[in-house]
């Protein structure tokens, strides 16, 4: 089991660009969360799916975020036309969904300059 | 306001003092889980403890639904148990987890 894997690590993107992040999930795990960690803000939630679908995106902000599960295997984030405040760590993480533990991936660390 | 309500924000500890760390809840919660996170690492799971008690090694979990609360009880420190620990709690209706603010540990010589 190599938990859940977010891919890249580390991605630094210039203001205005677009960043798309991966997240693998844990093999039979039904649901899977992305969340956004600051310093400032510290863990915010931004959206998740069940069984791949979208069940509640309510933290994702309204313009230029969205996120995408095609099959039960990958989940992306994309952001359009980063900003300086988009930087922050994106955490992806998974369970069996309903009454049950979450497994973190190691996060992407996304900077843009 | 804030669901999730996490106590000490800060802690300093000797090296072999116990401590003690509180979670308590705003509301109605199904299940709550305790993380670890180094600086600049991942969240790491220590407990997923919906109610009761629960140990290992040197840490132990405590978890009051009725009373909406949960601690974490680290017993003789170390240095290496420096780090920022952070509960967190779905609600009865499900949906996502909600997170508190963490509780900074930092354990010296």
């Known amino acids: 089991n190599a938990g859940v894997i977010q891919t890249p690590r580390h991605k630094v993107t210039g203001k205005g660009q677009e960043a798309t992040l991966w997240c693998e999930p844990i093999s039979g795990h039904s649901a899977v969360f992305w969340y956004r960690q600051t310093i400032v803000q510290g863990l915010e939630f931004l959206t998740y799916?069940?069984?791949?679908?979208?069940?509640?995106d309510s933290g994702m902000p309204k313009e230029r975020f969205s996120a995408q599960m095609p099959n039960q295997s990958h989940s992306t984030l994309k952001i359009q036309s980063t900003q300086p405040q988009d930087s922050a760590v994106y955490l992806c993480?998974?369970?069996?969904?309903?009454?049950?533990?979450?497994?973190f991936g190691s996060g992407t660390r996304l900077l843009v300059i | 306001g804030q669901q999730v309500q996490q106590s000490p924000a800060s802690l300093v500890l000797q090296e072999g003092e116990n401590a003690e760390l509180q979670c308590n809840f705003s509301?109605?919660?199904?299940?709550m889980q305790w993380f670890y996170q180094r600086p600049g690492g991942s969240l790491v799971s220590l407990f997923y403890?919906?109610?009761g008690t629960k140990q290992s090694g040197r840490l132990t979990s405590t978890t009051v639904i009725k009373e909406r609360r949960s601690s974490l009880h680290i017993s003789s420190s170390q240095t290496t148990d420096s780090g920022t620990y952070l509960c967190?709690?779905?609600?009865?209706?499900?949906?996502?987890?909600?997170f508190g603010t963490g509780t900074k540990l930092q354990v010296v010589p």
């Open positions: 403890n919906p109610s």
């Open positions: 799916f069940r069984n791949q679908a979208p069940i509640d």
């Open positions: 993480a998974s369970s069996l969904g309903g009454n049950s533990d979450y497994t």
């Open positions: 967190a709690m779905e609600l009865n209706s499900g949906t996502y987890q909600r």
């Open positions: 509301t109605s919660l199904n299940s």
